[in-house]
């Protein structure tokens, strides 16, 4: 699984909290929106994948499908709660923090951890084409343990 797996307390607080989370995006607080943001936001920053959130979902008692979970993931990124991460064509990650910062990505074991924005400089970026800017780099450092 990715990311910190300390339990989520759930209380009458954290439920006001997520609640206030949604609507203050533009997103209704239902009952799947509540539960799955309660598991995203419940644990500080993370990095998680639509198949982590569904097991995570599934293994806390919510009845929903896979494309629930997908969709919330894309409805939340639009909103501006999450970062989409696009590691490789099979797996894209959803990151709590939204700030501009860059990742390690360790290629055996899937986790993915926060590198700060300043700790990574890109020099020389090429001229974007004709009537576009340049609104962001993202850089995944990819690792492995020395064999």
């Known amino acids: ?3 910190d797996m300390t339990p989520v307390l759930f209380s009458p607080q954290h439920d ?3 609640r206030q989370l949604l609507q203050g995006a533009g997103l209704r607080a239902t009952r799947q929106r509540m539960g799955l943001a309660g598991l995203i936001f419940g644990q500080g920053e993370r990095h998680i994948t639509a198949e982590d959130l569904y097991a995570e979902a599934i293994d806390s008692g919510m009845r929903l499908s896979q494309t629930t979970v997908y969709n919330t993931l894309h409805q939340f990124t639009e909103a501006g709660l999450l970062r989409e991460i696009l590691a490789d064509p099979r797996r894209i990650y959803f990151d709590t923090k939204v700030d501009p910062h860059h ?7 899937g986790e993915m951890e926060d590198i700060p924005h300043h700790g990574v400089a890109v020099d020389g970026l090429p001229t974007p084409p004709p009537g576009k800017t340049i609104e962001g780099v ?3 450092v990819r ?5």
């Open 103 to 109: 990742h390690f990505l360790d290629e055996e074991t």
């Open 143 to 147: 690792v492995r343990r020395p064999s």
């Open 138 to 140: 993202d850089v995944i």
């Open 16 to 18: 006001d909290y997520v």
């Open 1 to 3: 699984m990715v990311g």
